[in-house]
C-alpha cells in the first residue's frame, strides 16, 4: 500500500484497532493467560500503527493531516471526520503507549474476570484516542461520553474497597459537566448547520454565525465546565482522589495519564479554537483558579498519608500548570502546555504503576508501612527515583522543559502569575522527595518489608519504557516541540500577540 | 356492484381501497378472534403455547398487512381515516412492540401459571386500538380507537390474578384512566362546539379562519389532560408507579411503549394540525415537571418496575420537549425517540420479566446483586438498554434525546434544553444503580437462574438490534421520520410555524 492510502486511513486504524481487539477478544475463551497475550499483541500493535503518525508527519504544516472526512449521518449533518495536528499528534501517541504497559501491569495483578478487564481496556483505548483525532463535534461527544463506561467499569468491578462509591462519582460529575458541552454543540449546530470543528471555527471568527456575540459567553462556560471537571481544575477536582484511589493499577494509569488530559486538550481545541474572544475574557479568572490548583493539589498532596492519594493530588498541581500555560495565550506557554500534558501522562502513569507495584506486594497504600525499601528492592528504588525526579522537574528529565516553556509564558503575561506558579515546582519538589525518602530511605521499619520482592519481568517491562521515555523526552524535547510548534503557532493566530519563537527549528 | 344503480348513494361507499388502508386492524383483529375462538377448543398446557403462535402470527401478518397498507396512501371512511407516512411509521412500530411483547410473554405465562388464551387476544386488540389511533384524523375515531386499545390494557393489567396487587394495578388503571379519557371526550365535544367539526382537517381550517375561540383553548388543553395521562407526562403520572408495579411486567413493557407511542402521535396531529400556540406553556410546564418529577423519584425506588416507571415518566418529558420544539423539527424527534424508547425499554422489561421468576418474586434492586456473574450475557444485554436510556452514544437513545434537544435549542428554547440536559445528566444516576448490582455487588441471596427461553432471547435480540442499529446508523429512521413530518406538518404550516416562533422566542426572553 502506498503512503498516500495509508495516510488517510490510519487514523480508522489506530482508533478502531483496539476496540476491533476487544471485540474479538470477548469470542476468545476464559484461558486467562491467552487473553492476556492477545490483549498485550493488540495494544502493541495499535502502537506500532500510531508510529506512523509522527513518523509521516509533515512537521511544518500547522493544519489537521491524516484527514479523512465521510459523511456519517445526513440530518443532522454528522460527519466521520478525523485528523490530527501538533496539538493532538503525540496525546494519541501517548495513549497507545501507555495502554501495552498497561496490559503488562495488569499482567499478574488481575486475576478475576481477567476476559472483562482487557475487553474494557481496549475499548476504553479506543474511545480515548477517539477522543483526540476527532474533528466533528459531535463525533468529539460521542467518544468523549463513551470514555465514561469503560472507566466507571474499570473502577467500578476491578477497584479497591470504595470503588462503588468512586465509579458513580466519576460518572456523576462527567456527565453532568458534559451534558453542558452536549447543549452548546446542539447551539453551534443550531446556528451554523455543521458540526464540522473546521468549519465552525471558521464561520464564527468571519462573524457569520447569527446571534454568536450574545450567546458566546454562555458557549463558553458549557464547554469550559465539561473540561473543567475532566481537568480537573480546582474546585471541580473532588472526584479525582477517590477514583484514582479506588481505581485498579491500569484504571488509574490511563486516568492519569491521558482522560485528565481530554480536559485540558478540550480547553486548548475548542476553548481557545473556536472562542478566543471569551477565552481572553475569561483568562484572569481560569488562571487564577489554575494557580489555587497548583499550590492547594501541592499542599494537600504534602499531607497526604496515602501514597496514591499523593500522586493523585500532585495531577491536580500538575494539570493546574497545564491550564495556566494554555490561558497565557503565549507561544512558550502553549508548548508548555501540551509538553505539561505528555510529561505528566508518562511521568505519572510511571508513579501509579510503581504504587500498584507495592500495593500488590503489601496491600496498602500507606506511606508509614513502608520504608527503607531501597535496601529490599534496589532495581524498584531506582526506577522509582528516575520517574519521581521526572514529576518533580528535574532538568534533563521531561517534568522540567514543559513545566519551564509553561512558566515562561506565564510571566510573559503576567509577573505574578509566573511567580506563584514557579512555587508548584518546590512544593512538588518538597512533597515528591519527601514520600521518596519516607519509603526507600532509613531503615526497614516493618519487619514484613524485608522479604519484598524486587520488580518482576512484566513490572520492569510496564515501568522501564516509562523512565526512559523521560530521559529521551527530556534530553530531546525537540523531537516533539518541533512538530507541537508550528500547531500552537496557529492556535496563536487569532490572538495576534504571538510572542518570539522559543523553539528552535 | 349490486348498488351500481345507485350513483349517489356509491359515491359515500367505502371504497375497496379503504379497506387495504385499515389492513392491519382487520388482520390484527381476525387473528385475535381466532384466538378467542379456539382459547376453550385447546387443553390447557399445548393450547397456551399454540395460542401464542397464532398470536405471533397475527402480529407478523399485521407488520405485512402494514406494507400493503402503505401502497395506498390517501383518506378513507370519510375523512376519518389517515394513511400517509406517519401512520405507517406508528403502525409498523406498534405492531412490532406487540410481536416483541407476544415474544417475550410466551414463557412468562408458564413460569407465572397464568392460563389464558385471550391474554393474547386482548395485546391483539390492544394493537388494533394503538395504531387506529395513528391513522384515525377525526377525533370521535380517535376517542374510540383510544378505548380499544384502554380497555385491553386495564384488563391486562390484572391479569396476575393471584396477586392484590395486579388488582390494584388494574383497578387504578381503569379508574383514573376512565376518568382521562373522559377529559380528552369532553375537550372533543368543546371542540366540536368551537368549530362545528370533528375532524382534525376542518377544524384547523376553521380555527385558521378567524381569531381562535377561547373554547378551542379550553378544549385543546382537555385533550392534553387526556393523552398527557396515557403518556404519563407529570402531573398526570400519579398512577404510573403503582400500575407498573402490580401489573405483569411483560404487559408494563407494553403498556409504557405501544399505548404511549400512539398517544403521542395523536398528540402531535391534533398539537401540530390544530395549533401550537394555544397550549405553548402548557406543553413547555409539562415537559419540564415529568423530566425532573420522574427523574428524582426514581432515584429513590428499590423496585426495578417502580424505577422504570418513574424513568418512563422522565422520557415522556422528554419526548414533550421536543413537542414544545418547531412543528417539523419536533415531530421527526418525536417520532424517532418513541422508536428509540420503544426498543430500549420493551428490551429491559424482557429482562426484567425473565428476572422476576415465578410470582415476580426477584424485583428489587438487591435481587439483581451479582447477576453480571451468575447470567452474564442477560446482564450485559440489561446493561446495554439502561446505557440507551442514559442517552450514552452507540444506543438508540442517545441519538433520541441528541434529536430531541437538539430540536428545541433549533427552536430557541434554551431554558428547556437546559432543564433537559441535566435531568439527563442526573437521571444517569439510577440506571447506574443497577449496573452498579449487576456487576460491582455480590450476591448475597440465592436466586435461581433459569435458562433464557428461546421466545424470550429473539425479543432480546429484535431489541438489541433496533437499540444499536439506532444508536449507529439512526440517518434512515430519521429520515423516513422528517419526510413523514413534512407530510403531516404543511396543511397548517404558515400560521403555525409563525406562532411557534413568536413563542419560543419569548421564552428565552
Known amino acids: ?505 | 356492484m349490486s348498488v351500481a344503480f345507485l350513483p349517489g348513494v356509491l359515491q359515500t361507499l367505502p371504497q375497496n381501497a379503504d379497506y387495504v388502508r385499515i389492513l392491519p386492524e382487520i388482520v390484527l383483529s381476525v387473528f385475535g378472534m381466532i384466538v378467542m375462538v379456539l382459547e376453550p377448543l385447546l387443553d390447557e398446557k399445548t393450547g397456551q403455547k399454540i395460542l401464542g403462535l397464532i398470536a405471533l402470527a397475527g402480529a407478523l401478518a399485521g407488520l405485512a398487512a402494514t406494507w400493503f397498507m402503505a401502497q395506498v396512501p390517501g383518506v378513507a371512511f370519510w375523512n376519518m381515516i389517515r394513511v400517509d407516512g406517519f401512520s405507517v411509521f406508528f403502525h409498523v412500530l406498534v405492531i412490532a412492540i406487540a410481536a416483541v411483547v407476544i415474544l417475550s410473554s410466551y414463557e412468562y405465562m408458564a413460569v407465572q401459571r397464568i392460563r389464558a388464551g385471550e391474554y393474547y387476544a386482548l395485546i391483539l386488540f390492544g394493537t388494533v386500538g394503538v395504531a387506529l389511533m395513528s391513522s384515525a384524523v377525526e377525533l370521535v375515531l380517535i376517542f374510540i380507537a383510544l378505548e380499544i386499545s384502554s380497555i385491553s390494557s386495564y384488563v391486562l393489567a390484572g391479569f396476575r390474578r393471584h396477586e392484590a396487587a395486579s388488582a390494584e394495578s388494574s383497578l387504578k388503571y381503569f379508574l383514573l384512566g376512565s376518568f382521562a379519557t373522559a377529559f380528552f371526550l369532553y375537550g372533543v365535544a368543546l371542540m366540536f362546539g368551537a368549530t362545528g367539526s370533528t375532524n382534525i382537517d376542518l377544524i384547523a381550517q376553521a380555527l385558521r379562519a378567524g381569531p381562535i375561540p377561547l373554547l378551542a383553548f379550553v378544549a385543546v388543553a382537555l385533550m392534553f389532560v387526556g393523552l398527557g395521562f396515557k403518556v404519563a407526562a407529570a402531573p398526570f403520572h400519579i398512577w404510573t408507579p403503582d400500575v407498573y408495579e402490580g401489573a405483569p411486567a411483560p404487559i408494563v413493557g407494553f403498556m409504557s411503549t405501544a399505548p404511549k407511542a400512539a398517544a403521542f402521535a395523536v398528540l402531535l396531529r391534533v398539537v401540530f394540525v390544530i395549533n401550537v400556540h394555544a397550549i405553548f406553556w402548557v406543553i413547555w410546564i409539562a415537559a419540564a415537571l415529568s423530566m425532573t418529577l420522574g427523574n428524582v423519584s426514581a432515584f429513590v425506588q428499590d423496585n426495578v418496575k417502580r424505577l422504570l416507571a418513574y424513568s418512563s415518566i422522565a422520557h415522556a418529558g422528554y419526548v414533550l420537549v421536543a413537542f414544545a420544539a418547531a412543528p417539523q423539527l419536533g415531530t421527526s424527534a418525536v417520532m424517532f425517540y418513541t422508536a428509540a424508547y420503544a426498543a430500549m425499554n420493551l428490551g429491559a422489561f424482557a429482562v426484567v420479566t425473565h428476572f422476576a421468576n415465578a410470582g415476580e418474586r426477584y424485583v428489587t434492586l438487591e435481587d439483581y446483586e451479582g447477576l453480571g456473574r451468575s447470567s452474564p450475557l442477560l446482564a450485559a444485554t440489561l446493561t446495554i438498554f439502561l446505557l440507551s436510556l442514559i442517552g450514552i452514544p452507540m444506543t438508540g437513545g442517545f441519538f433520541a434525546k441528541f434529536y430531541v434537544f437538539s430540536a428545541a435549542v433549533k427552536a430557541n428554547l434554551i431554558w428547556l434544553t437546559i432543564i433537559g440536559v441535566l435531568n439527563s445528566g442526573v437521571g444517569a444516576y439510577y440506571y447506574l444503580r443497577i449496573i452498579v448490582m449487576m456487576y460491582m455487588r455480590e450476591s448475597r441471596k440465592e436466586i435461581p437462574v433459569t435458562p433464557t427461553p428461546l421466545a424470550l432471547r429473539v425479543a432480546l435480540a429484535v431489541c438489541l438490534v433496533a437499540t444499536l442499529y439506532l444508536g449507529l446508523f439512526p440517518g434512515r429512521v430519521l429520515q423516513y421520520a422528517q419526510d413523514s413530518a413534512q407530510q403531516l406538518v404543511p396543511q397548517t404550516s404558515p400560521g403555525v410555524t409563525s406562532s411557534a416562533k413568536v413563542h419560543t422566542a419569548t421564552e428565552t426572553f
Open chain 1, 1 to 505: 500500500m502506498k503512503t498516500d492510502d495509508l495516510n488517510s486511513i490510519i487514523l480508522t486504524l489506530v482508533t478502531f484497532a483496539p476496540l476491533a481487539g476487544g471485540l474479538l477478544l470477548m469470542l476468545l475463551p476464559r484461558r486467562d493467560r491467552d487473553i492476556r497475550i492477545f490483549a498485550l499483541v493488540i495494544s502493541l500493535l495499535t502502537f506500532v500503527l500510531s508510529l506512523h503518525l509522527p513518523v509521516y508527519f509533515h512537521r511544518s504544516h500547522p493544519g489537521f493531516q491524516y484527514e479523512i472526512d465521510r459523511q456519517w449521518v445526513s440530518t443532522p449533518n454528522i460527519h466521520y471526520h478525523m485528523g490530527v495536528d501538533g496539538i493532538s499528534l503525540w496525546l494519541v501517541v501517548l495513549t497507545t503507549f501507555l495502554t501495552p504497559l498497561c496490559v503488562l501491569i495488569s499482567w499478574n495483578s488481575i486475576h478475576e474476570r481477567v476476559k472483562e478487564f482487557f475487553i474494557l481496556l481496549l475499548i476504553l483505548e479506543t474511545a480515548l484516542i477517539g477522543v483526540f483525532t476527532s474533528l466533528d463535534l459531535f463525533l468529539f461527544y460521542f467518544f468523549w461520553e463513551a470514555t465514561l463506561i469503560p472507566m466507571a467499569l474499570l473502577i467500578g468491578i476491578f477497584g479497591h474497597e470504595r470503588k462503588v462509591y468512586a465509579a458513580v462519582k466519576f460518572f456523576m460529575y462527567t456527565m453532568i459537566g458534559s451534558v453542558f458541552m452536549l447543549a452548546a454543540i446542539l447551539w453551534l449546530y443550531a446556528h451554523t448547520g455543521s458540526f464540522d470543528f473546521v468549519v465552525i471555527r471558521d464561520q464564527i471568527a468571519s462573524g457569520g454565525v447569527p446571534s454568536f456575540p450574545a450567546a458566546a459567553q454562555w458557549l463558553f462556560l458549557g464547554f469550559f465546565l465539561a473540561f473543567a471537571v475532566k481537568v480537573p481544575l480546582f474546585p471541580f477536582h473532588t472526584w479525582l482522589p477517590d477514583a484514582h484511589v479506588e481505581a485498579p493499577t491500569a484504571g488509574s494509569v490511563l486516568l492519569a495519564g491521558v482522560l485528565l488530559k481530554m480536559g485540558t486538550y478540550g480547553l486548548l481545541r475548542f476553548n481557545l479554537g473556536l472562542f478566543p474572544e471569551q477565552a481572553r475574557r475569561n483568562a484572569s479568572w481560569i488562571m487564577t483558579l489554575a494557580l489555587i490548583g497548583i499550590i492547594y493539589g501541592a499542599l494537600v498532596a504534602m499531607v497526604q498519608p496515602n501514597m496514591k492519594k499523593l500522586i493523585a493530588y500532585s495531577s491536580v498541581s500538575h494539570l493546574g500548570f497545564v491550564v495556566l500555560g494554555i490561558f497565557s495565550f503565549t507561544q512558550a506557554g502553549l508548548n508548555g502546555a501540551i509538553f505539561v500534558m505528555l510529561a505528566h501522562g508518562i511521568s505519572t502513569g510511571g508513579l501509579f504503576m510503581l504504587a500498584g507495584i507495592l500495593h500488590e506486594r503489601r496491600h496498602t497504600y500507606e506511606i508509614s508501612e513502608f520504608g527503607g525499601l531501597a535496601s529490599r528492592m534496589p532495581v524498584y528504588a531506582a526506577s522509582y527515583l528516575v520517574i519521581v525526579l521526572a514529576s518533580a522537574g528535574l532538568p534533563l528529565l521531561n517534568g522540567f522543559i514543559g513545566e519551564f516553556l509553561v512558566l515562561s509564558g506565564a510571566f510573559q503575561d503576567k509577573a505574578v502569575y509566573g511567580i506563584l506558579g514557579a512555587t508548584g515546582i518546590i512544593w512538588s519538589a518538597v512533597y515528591l522527595l519527601w514520600m521518596y525518602q519516607r519509603v526507600f530511605y532509613g531503615k526497614v521499619t516493618h519487619p514484613v518489608n524485608n522479604s519484598l520482592r524486587d520488580l518482576s519481568g512484566f513490572e520492569k517491562w510496564a515501568v522501564w519504557p516509562c523512565a526512559a521515555a523521560a530521559l529521551v523526552m527530556g534530553v530531546a524535547p525537540i523531537m516533539w516541540l518541533g512538530a507541537i510548534d508550528p500547531a500552537v503557532r496557529a492556535a496563536l493566530a487569532p490572538f495576534a500577540q504571538v510572542v518570539g519563537k522559543v523553539v528552535g527549528q
